[in-house]
């Protein structure tokens, strides 16, 4: 039996002891970043402040490194991490090469949802796609318009509406399918009936914690979550950091960062156009991080300091 959209994610947080060393075994699951634009600007999210270089992932580099993650063990790629991968219109086939070419056992998508028209989720669905999920971090119309800064909650849950219905009517069981909303404290009523609402459409539904975004958004005073402590439902301590040991990510010019919200660039640690994978995953730098997080001994100068709310 697959294992669910809810399970793989509780894997990748949930770090072994064992590999909370300095040099861990590259991970089985990665997050390749094929178009750094977005259509949306989220209040939640520092990608409106565009504090980084925005573009496309070249498609011969996105190939290379299909292959190279292959030959290292890789078996999951998801192919998005800050921008929004349905705005690519080479997406399905990417999607296809990576797991018809290359033999990728597992590729994944989040999206915003807005695109996910018919006309665009059927090349999406022939390609090969295992799973993907949507992010809807609000249970009506007005509040969406509120968070996501458009007003597009209507499309964006008929979108989910057609998928399941189209899954129904060509028996399609390879493709799984997921809803995840930022829990939000003083929306939580509103988006507790939003899940029983729209997870009849899906196949899993979880709620993320309100992230300070590495603190781009704010510190305390903003939300009392610091780091990245996984789903909110089942989270773990934000120190050490699980990203640092058992997630790579790579940006759509070719870098592997060390953090789940690199919109400043800061946490960048090598270009993948002059290094290797485990070169990369080996180097100085990201050593340095993880020391940090195993001996939990920070800095108001060590990078993570903001995502922590350090001060002194």
Request: some cysteine; proline content about 4%; glycine content about 6%.
């Amino acid at each position: 039996m697959k294992k669910s959209i809810i399970e793989r994610v509780d894997e990748h947080s949930h770090v072994p002891k064992e590999k909370f060393v300095l040099h861990p075994p590259f991970p089985d699951a990665i997050k390749i970043e094929i178009t750094g634009r977005c259509n949306y600007n989220c209040s939640f999210c520092a990608q409106k402040s565009s504090l980084r270089k925005i573009g496309d992932i070249d498609r011969n580099f996105l190939y290379r490194i299909l292959w190279e993650a292959k030959s290292i063990g890789v078996k999951e790629i998801g192919m998005f991490l800050l921008g929004e991968s349905f705005l690519i219109k080479e997406l399905p086939e990417y999607i296809k090469y990576a797991k018809e070419v290359v033999g990728i056992e597992y590729v994944f998508i989040t999206t915003n949802g807005s695109l996910c028209t018919p006309k665009r989720m059927i090349p999406i669905i022939e390609s090969g796609l295992d799973s993907i999920k949507f992010s809807i971090n609000a249970g009506t119309r007005e509040k969406y318009n509120k968070i996501h800064c458009c007003d597009k909650f209507d499309e964006v849950v008929n979108n989910v509406k057609w998928l399941c219905n189209y899954k129904k009517e060509n028996n399609i069981k390879n493709l799984r399918t997921c809803v995840s909303s930022i829990l939000i404290p003083e929306d939580e009523d509103e988006l507790r009936v939003f899940e029983k609402e729209i997870s009849q459409y899906v196949d899993d539904f979880y709620f993320l914690p309100l992230y300070n975004q590495a603190g781009h958004i704010g510190g305390k005073e903003y939300t009392k979550i610091i780091g990245n402590p996984g789903r909110a439902e089942n989270m773990v301590d934000a120190v050490p950091c699980w990203a640092l040991f058992n997630a790579a990510k790579i940006t759509w010019n070719g870098w592997l960062t060390a953090c789940c919200f690199d919109h400043d660039e800061k946490f960048e640690i090598a270009d993948l156009n002059k290094v290797s994978l485990l070169e990369a995953w080996n180097d100085d730098k990201f050593v340095g991080m993880r020391k940090e997080h195993l001996n939990k001994n920070f800095t108001i100068e060590s990078l993570c300091a903001k995502c922590l709310d350090i001060k002194n």
